[in-house]
C-alpha cells in the first residue's frame, strides 16, 4: 500500500510567485493534515481536513494560504503570493479514523525554497 | 495552550552505547504524548504513543519512553543504539481527540557513530 505522497519533492521559487504543493494521502483515509517546519523552528500545524471539509484551520498564517481537498481525496496547498519567510518543509500527514482517534502517517515533505 | 520541550538540539553517541532524548510538556489538560523519528530523506514515522493506562511504553526498534505525570516527562530512551539510529527525534502532544494534531518540539538530533 503506498504511503502519504507528497509532490514536489522540492521548489525553489522567486518572491511574489505563486506554489503549488500537492498531497495524496493513504486510500480511505478521511483525515488530513498539513504541516510546516520553517528552519530552526519546531513543525507546526496549519489545518486538519476530515473528507473534504475544512475541521481546524487555526494554523494557517495568514490569507496567502489557501488549502483544498476537493472530493476529499488529495489536498492542494497554494502560497500566493509566496514570501521570503514562507521557506520550509511543508509535511502532510493522513489518519484513518473518523473520529480521528489514529496514528497519522507523514509524508516525505516539499522543501520550499523562496528567493 | 500547550507546549513541549526537547531539551537537548542533538546528541551525539557511540554505537552501541545507550541513549535518552527528554521531552517535557506543559498542558493544561490531558495528553496524548507521541515520539516520531525522521531517518534523512525520509517522513516522519511514529515510534511509540503513550495514551493511557502502563507509563512505560515500548515502540518499534528498541526504543521505549516512560511517561511521568508529575514530572510532565515522557523521555525516549533505548539501550544499545546502532548508526542506522541517526535521525531527527520528535516529541509531540495533543490533547485533542485528534492525534493528527500535533504539538511538536524542537527535535532532537541524534548522531550515532563507531
Known amino acids: 500500500e503506498a504511503g502519504v505522497t507528497q509532490f514536489p519533492s522540492h521548489s525553489v521559487i522567486e518572491k511574489g510567485q505563486t506554489v503549488t504543493l500537492r498531497c495524496d494521502p493513504i486510500?480511505?483515509?478521511?483525515?488530513l493534515y498539513w504541516y510546516r517546519r520553517v528552519m530552526g523552528k519546531e513543525i507546526k500545524f496549519l489545518l486538519h481536513?476530515?473528507?473534504?471539509?475544512?475541521?481546524?484551520e487555526s494554523g494557517m498564517p495568514n490569507n496567502r494560504f489557501l488549502a483544498e481537498r476537493t472530493g476529499g481525496t488529495y489536498s492542494t496547498l497554494k502560497v500566493q503570493p509566496a514570501e521570503l519567510e514562507d521557506s520550509g518543509v511543508y509535511f502532510c500527514?493522513?489518519?484513518?479514523?473518523?473520529?480521528?482517534?489514529?496514528?497519522?502517517?507523514f509524508g516525505q515533505g516539499t522543501r520550499l525554497t523562496v528567493v | 495552550a500547550q507546549s513541549v520541550t526537547q531539551l537537548d538540539s542533538q546528541v551525539p553517541v557511540f554505537e552501541e552505547a545507550p541513549v535518552e532524548l527528554r521531552c517535557n510538556y506543559s498542558?493544561?489538560?490531558?495528553?496524548?504524548l507521541f515520539w516520531y523519528v525522521q531517518y534523512p530523506n525520509q517522513g516522519l514515522q511514529l515510534l511509540l504513543k503513550?495514551?493511557?493506562?502502563?507509563?512505560l511504553v515500548k515502540g518499534i526498534n528498541g526504543f521505549e519512553a516512560e511517561f511521568n505525570k508529575s514530572q510532565t516527562s515522557f523521555h525516549l530512551r533505548k539501550p544499545s543504539v546502532h548508526i542506522s539510529d541517526t535521525a531527527e527525534y520528535f516529541c509531540?502532544?495533543?490533547?485533542?481527540?485528534?492525534?493528527?494534531?500535533?504539538?511538536f518540539g524542537a527535535g532532537t538530533q541524534v548522531v550515532v557513530t563507531p
Open positions: 500527514a493522513s489518519s484513518q479514523e473518523s473520529r480521528g482517534k489514529d496514528e497519522a502517517f
Open positions: 486510500s480511505g483515509h478521511d483525515n
Open positions: 481536513f476530515v473528507k473534504e471539509s475544512k475541521q481546524d
Open positions: 498542558s493544561s489538560v490531558s495528553v496524548y
Open positions: 503513550y495514551l493511557s493506562g502502563s507509563t
Open positions: 509531540a502532544v495533543s490533547d485533542s481527540d485528534s492525534w493528527g494534531k500535533l504539538q
